[in-house]
């Protein structure tokens, strides 16, 4: 399933937020939300690249806290991992990690006044599961 036609244009966090049924995803730790551009690989598979910021990736647990360390890797986590372009606003949902974008899953184009947010705009915990005793949505 592929949210490339769907746009949202006036996200506001901390008031908006996704709710996805938790029966669909992976993670058993949480998730992280990693911000970055969508780039051209050399492979011929278009590569998400993480921004950085003071040797740091610029990523979020879903408790908001943001991920250190020079050289993280993303595939050492057992959460999901959601990828935010921002060049373009869309938000990706990548199931293996991995950051190539021929299995990720386009979820929106998501934007405020028509302008790309990003992690000051956009929280991890704007991310949320929704499940009952039995894992299934409520």
Not at 1 to 10: A, K, P, W, Y
């Amino acid at each position: 399933n592929s949210g490339v036609n769907l746009e949202i244009s006036d996200f506001t966090s901390n008031s908006d937020y996704f709710e996805f049924s938790s029966a669909a995803f992976n993670g058993s730790d949480g998730h992280v939300l990693v911000f970055g551009t969508v780039q051209d690989n050399p492979a011929g598979v278009d590569e998400f690249i993480a921004n950085n910021k003071d040797g740091n990736i610029v990523a979020f647990d879903n408790n908001n806290t943001q991920i250190t360390g020079v050289g993280f890797d993303l595939l050492s986590r057992d959460d999901d991992i959601w990828l935010y372009d921002t060049s373009s606003g869309y938000l990706y949902y990548d199931e293996d990690g991995d950051q190539f974008m021929d299995d990720a899953v386009t979820i929106a184009k998501v934007k405020n006044n028509g302008n790309v947010i990003d992690e000051t705009t956009f929280a991890s915990s704007d991310i949320t599961y929704e499940h009952d005793d039995h894992g299934d949505a409520v």
